[in-house]
């Protein structure tokens, strides 16, 4: 009797095990309610984009913007720029980022400073 006790311990321990993995490495998409999100990585890089396929290894981001700092010759005065991914040579169409990089997910409000500067590039292509 004692024996199958231990192997009935045994095997609740295993299946409470079990689900706690699986609870703990299934990933649901963030529902965030706006149309794009802010993701920021660990090395301290952020972009902005449209969240996709956020429940597998790789975070998919499409509609891709990141802030760059640019400064003025001739002031020495840094300004912050909206840049658009898709420009750069290989022409990215969107980014897969692995998840164990990813810092956080914040909503972009739609009537945001990021929001209105997105909506302007958007808006001028």
């Known amino acids: 009797m004692q024996k199958f006790a231990a192997c009935v311990t045994a095997l609740s321990a295993a299946l409470i095990a079990a689900a706690a993995c699986t609870i703990a490495f299934v990933h649901q998409a963030p529902e965030t309610g706006t149309p794009y999100q802010a993701v920021a ?59 164990q990089q990813v810092l956080l997910i914040e909503p972009v409000k739609t009537d945001s400073h990021i929001a209105k500067l997105i909506a302007e590039q958007n808006a001028a292509q």
């Open 41 to 99: 990585l660990m090395n301290g890089q952020m972009f902005f984009g449209k969240l996709e396929d956020s429940s597998s290894a790789y975070v998919t981001l499409r509609d891709v913007f990141y802030i760059q700092g640019r400064q003025n010759p001739d002031t020495k005065a840094v300004t912050s720029v909206l840049i658009k991914r898709g420009g750069e040579a290989h022409a990215p169409d969107r980014m897969l980022i692995n998840r």
